[in-house]
């Protein structure tokens, strides 16, 4: 069966990996202006507000804008659940976004709802490679790891700058 190009687009846009290329060169950039102090502190906000904040508005939205072409992606059929998910993912990104507002105790509470999700996530698409078979790469490729390395490297960036 042949792709349309709305599932093309879903799977294959450049928007998948933006807001990690985003990351990558804020991170950078930003330790060099501030001549590398708070690293630490900093790569944690910038974490809080790209790969929580954009990505999940941008995922979110893809769930509640183009919900037939994301299912196919993740080799999962539409399903009216997908309207929540989109609105969880908006939820989340908003947090991370306003992350940069607030302090630790914000930034704790949005890593440990973006992780509950996240990681509960990736329990389901375990459970639909084992059971199912389904190694769509929706469901076991890019987003798989970044649904589990990502709530690990905001742990990991929140406990080691207290």
Not at 21 to 38: E, K, Y
Not at 80 to 90: H, I, K, N, S, T
Not at 117 to 123: Q, T
């Given at each position: 069966?042949?792709?349309?190009?709305?599932?093309?687009?879903?799977?294959?846009?450049?928007?998948?990996?933006?807001?990690?290329?985003?990351?990558?060169?804020?991170?950078?950039?930003?330790?060099?202006?501030?001549?590398?102090?708070?690293?630490?502190?900093?790569?944690?906000?910038?974490?809080?507000l790209w790969l929580v904040g954009i990505n999940g508005i941008l995922l979110g939205a893809?769930?509640?804008i183009m919900p037939a072409p994301v299912a196919r992606a993740i080799g999962w059929q539409t399903s009216?659940?997908?309207?929540?998910?989109?609105?969880?993912?908006?939820s989340y990104g908003l947090l991370g976004v306003l992350s940069g507002l607030f302090e630790r105790a914000f930034w704790l509470a949005t890593i440990i709802a973006y992780s509950v999700?996240?990681?509960?996530?990736?329990?389901g698409h375990i459970r639909s490679m084992i059971r199912d078979r389904n190694f769509a790469p929706g469901n076991a490729g890019y987003?798989?790891?970044?649904?589990?390395?990502?709530?690990?490297?905001?742990?990991?960036?929140?406990?080691?700058?207290?």
């Open positions: 069966m042949a792709e349309s190009s709305t599932e093309t687009r879903a799977t294959k846009s450049w928007l998948n990996y933006a807001p990690v290329i985003a990351f990558a060169i804020h991170v950078p950039v930003r330790l060099v202006l501030d001549g590398g102090q708070n690293a630490t502190e900093t790569t944690l906000r910038l974490a809080l893809a769930h509640l009216p659940f997908q309207w929540e998910v989109g609105l969880a993912g908006v999700f996240m990681l509960g996530a990736a329990v987003m798989f790891w970044y649904d589990v390395v990502v709530p690990a490297g905001l742990t990991v960036l929140y406990a080691v700058s207290a």
